[in-house]
């Protein structure tokens, strides 16, 4: 029965043990680094194999809290198995030192997650390791293939245009070709679209966003068949990038009402997305929600709900833009997106000031580009909030 619940029961109550010791309905928070054998021959015979016991001897091989979140992530995904991580380029990063190896190429698409960029063009190149940034498009990703090879990696949607790739050619491609095809969900969540379903091989999150969902925790998970993430899990163990037992149960608290919060993020944002796309101060609006994204009808096939965040051009610089947002009293300005607060950013000043204007408009950042993450918050107090601080510009 358990296989059938649908999502919003998955998060309440899929992965949780309220067996002995405790009983308890929420998930116990275990602070432990070493767990302790209760003879030398338990201990023997845990080493040996013979024993029925699956706690490691030391927390950063496993932990009960940790496994409890990445059952219940690994069912909301359809995938196998489930690895938390200390962050989502934590995730990210181990995944592809793992899976990649000297003289291996790895295709990524142009408006990835900076961090994931940078790591994959100036970091994996040290090992040797080879890349193409490709336009966001499953012919180019197509014209990128080599014999080498390895990895095809990709955000759908994508960040801050919110650009969205066919999951299920990118997962043809890969099975045709034998490459291994990785999509970061972090934008869409399991509640808006299941990659795995497509046939995608793994995924990936930031669950510092939707996840947890409350703007209060840094963590990351990947996705998969058990015999792409076992190597990776031990890998984890080696490098070291855990997620704590206090933040794995923050995240558990939060994956309760994920349901929820991503139907309420897809409702406001899509009347948010409309009433910007008729203010005569907007010049676009970014959201696949609107018949008006290039997007549109690939992410009707694919998706349940178009997520919380939308971005524009407005008719101004970045001045205006600056001016636009210090009028506004919700929207607080912070980078991210994902939780109960609505924040807003002109991704130009939060995270490419340091790139010459050209090289930030070879990448799409123009400077009068601004990014909403909207939040739980009443969605016509959120419009009222914008209309005011528009008109004034
Ligand atoms: C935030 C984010 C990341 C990085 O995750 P952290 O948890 O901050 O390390 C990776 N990919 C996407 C799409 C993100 O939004």
């Known amino acids: 029965m358990k296989n059938k619940w649908q999502n919003a029961t998955r998060c309440i109550h899929y992965g949780e043990n309220r067996k002995e010791p405790y009983y308890s309905i929420t998930t116990p928070i275990v602070n432990s680094a070493p767990f302790v054998f209760s003879s030398s021959k338990d201990l023997l015979d845990y080493v040996t194999g013979k024993s029925s016991r699956t706690q490691p001897e030391y927390g950063r091989m496993g932990n009960p809290t940790i496994k409890s979140v990445q059952e219940k992530l690994a069912k909301l995904e359809e995938g196998e198995k489930g690895l938390l991580f200390a962050s989502g380029m934590c995730a990210i990063t181990t995944a592809l030192l793992v899976l990649l190896k000297k003289n291996d190429h790895i295709i990524i698409t142009n408006d990835s997650y900076r961090r994931t960029r940078d790591f994959v063009e100036d970091f994996l190149p040290k090992f040797g390791i080879k890349s193409t940034v490709t336009e966001l498009s499953t012919s180019a990703v197509r014209k990128a293939i080599r014999k080498t090879t390895k990895i095809i990696f990709s955000e759908s949607p994508t960040n801050p245009y919110l650009r969205i790739l066919s999951l299920k050619e990118i997962a043809d491609i890969g099975k045709k ?22 046939g995608l091989d793994i995924v990936i999150h930031s669950a510092t966003k939707y996840l947890g969902g409350h703007n209060d925790l840094i963590a990351g998970v990947l996705i998969g068949p058990k015999e792409l993430v ?9 490098i070291g990038g855990i997620c704590d037992p206090n933040t794995s149960y923050l995240l558990e608290r939060g994956l309760k009402t994920l349901d929820l919060r991503v139907r309420k ?47 524009f051009l407005i008719k101004s610089d970045l001045k205006g833009g600056m001016k636009f947002i210090d009028r506004l009293s919700i929207p607080q300005i912070a980078p991210s997106f ?18 010459p204007k050209k090289e930030r408009e070879k990448r799409g950042m123009s400077d009068n580009l601004i990014r909403l993450s909207v939040g739980l918050e009443d969605c016509d107090d959120i419009i009222k909030d914008l209309q005011k601080s528009l008109n004034k510009l």
């Open 230 to 238: 076992q190597p990776i899990e031990e890998m984890l163990m080696t």
């Open 338 to 355: 994902g939780g109960a607060e609505t924040l807003i950013e002109q991704p130009v000043l939060m995270s490419f000031m340091d790139l």
């Open 177 to 198: 070709n034998n490459i291994i095809t990785i999509v970061d969900n972090t934008f869409a969540t399991p509640i808006n679209q299941k990659p795995l379903q497509y």
């Open 265 to 311: 993020h897809n409702e406001s944002a899509q009347k948010i997305a409309q009433f910007l796309e008729n203010h005569s101060k907007i010049s676009k609006v970014f959201y696949p929600g609107l018949k008006s994204h290039p997007d549109y009808e690939i992410a009707k096939q694919q998706m349940k709900g178009f997520g919380g965040v939308v971005s």
